[in-house]
Structure formats: C-alpha cells, structure tokens
C-alpha cells in the first residue's frame, strides 16, 4: 500500500473515530461520570460540559499506534508508545474524575516515564545537538534522569496552559506539523491520525461542545513528548536541540513562572490560580483574538524556524521578548491606573 493511500486511510479513519467521541460526548461522559459543572470562581463556562476531548483525540490515535505496532518493523517502539499514551490517558480521566493530588499525578507520570525509557531506550535523549555549538554533549549517566524530567515538566507545563478552549488542541496540531517535517515515513501515519483527531475536536472544542480534560492533556502530552524524542534521535543533524527547545519555550517558560510566583507567594506550586499567560490575554482582548495571539506566539516562531533550523535562537528571543512585554504591562498598566486614583 502506498504511502499516500496509507496516510489517506490514516486521516479518514482518524476523523470518523473523532467525530463520532465528540457527537456523542455528553452521553458518553455521562456513563464515564466526567462531566466539568462551572463553579462561578475559576470555572466560568456557562453550563456542563462534557470532558471527553482526550478520549476524542486519544482513541485514534492509539488505534494507530497499534497498528504500527503490527505492520512495520518497530513493534518495541509503537507498542510502548501506545501501552505509555492508554495509561496517561486513563490516569487523566481518573483525574477527571476523582481530583487527584498533583504530587500524586506527578509521580505516577515519572514512573510511567522512567518504565518506558527503561524498555526502549532509543526513547532516551542521550545527547544534545546545539545549532550554535560545534560539538554534540552527551548527557551519559544523567540521560534517564533529564529525559524522565524532560517528559513530565512538558506534561505539567501542557495541563497548565489547558485553561482556555482552543489552546492546547491548538498547540498540538503545530507540533504535529512540526514533527512530520522531520519525521521517518514509518511514523507519518500516526502524525496524520493525531492531526486530523486533533482538528475534529478543536471544532466542537472552541464552539463549547466539550473540553480536553486532564485525560486530554495527559495523553498528548506524553505522546507529544514521546515523539519527539524519538524523531529528534533520528534527525538531530537536521533538527538541532534548540529548535525543539523553541517549540516548547512559551508553554514552558509561563509554567515556571507561575511556579515561582505561587512558591514567592508562599502558596503550593501546584495551587489554582488566574495567573497564566492565557489569563492576562483573556482579561485584555476577546477571547478568539487572545488565542490567535497566544498560538501565534506559542506556535509560529517554532513553525517558522523549522524551515530555517539555525535561526531557532533568534526566535526563541524574539519569542521571550514578546511573552515578556505580555506579561509586565498589563502589571505597569494596572499600577499606573491605581496612581492616578490615589
């Protein structure tokens, strides 16, 4: 079968599978009992709606992670990936459902993390390749340790950035498209299944019709993370460490930042608050124009340093430089408005 047919096969199925989750989403989390009721304080979403996104975008997906686990050569490969995306993805609806502690669900990821490294270790990231640098560094015996860390700070930073709609599913399609640029031909069906399960759900997603959930957040971000690894292995001559570092740069960046805040603050790094970059967005401009600057700024300097690999430390300056002035000067703006009241 060609490879065209193949792909084809990969997004229809993949879009059937979405839309048949996402049309059926409150009957089916109503049986799951993962349904999100708007609480009027940090959730202001007008009625209940159904969490199944991660169900919408996982189910695909993982269909076809199996089935390149029995038609190519890399049944290891696929067959951990898709064994490690069900667990996050059910760790995510039992999070759903029952509110686990995050430093329950953060060690738990790490274990999850560290068995896979352990049974693949072409999953590991035993080396990096800076575009700036003439000589490769090798991580040697800390290449489990920052691989592990690597994977579950991009889950947190990911189901932090889930605040709004649109936001993460938004994300991950420009990862995907990121990662087929680079990718082997064997993986390029999984990357079409995951991008057309992805554009399903963003449909009913920004109309309202569900949310991502933490089931959502949880699975893409481990196989977002997964995939990359695996594909930077193989192409780091072509996709150097911090071209990968700017894909992730922003969603990253603001999650430590809040970390920090919230621990200044004396409050639990992992505690709820209206802090995220996707908040001061929200409460500057209407929502659909805050997320094509917030994908806009998360998404496209990734997107177009992948045409042009050496300038990815440009970009992530670039990047830093605009997420900076976001951030300070709503701040300035709401300390110059408070002087001129006294």
Known sequence: MSSAVTGLLAITGAAAVSLLVCVYARPISIVLGILDAPDGKRKIHPTITPLVGGLAIGLPTLLALFYGAVATDFLPLYLVIAIAGLASLLLGLLDDRAQIRPIYRLV???LLALAVLEIVPALLLSFLHFSFLGQVV???QFALIFTAVCIVGLQNAINMADGKNGIVIGLCL???????????DHLRPVLLTLGAALLVTLAFNLRGRL????????FLSFIIALLTVYVYDIAFTMLPADLVALWFLIPVVD???VMALRTFRGRSPFASDRSHL????YHRMPWRWGLLVYLGLTGMPG???????????VWSIAALCCYGIIIVWPECHSQEAGGAAK
């Open 108 to 110: 738990l990821s790490f």
């Open 211 to 218: 949310f991502l959930g933490d089931s959502g957040s949880y």
């Open 255 to 257: 999650c430590l930042r």
């Open 174 to 184: 420009f990862w995907s498209v990121e990662l087929l640029l680079f990718a082997p």
């Open 303 to 313: 997107l177009l340093a992948s045409f042009a690999p050496d300038t990815a430390p």
């Open 138 to 140: 090798f991580l040697e």
């Open 278 to 281: 996707h908040h001061i967005l």
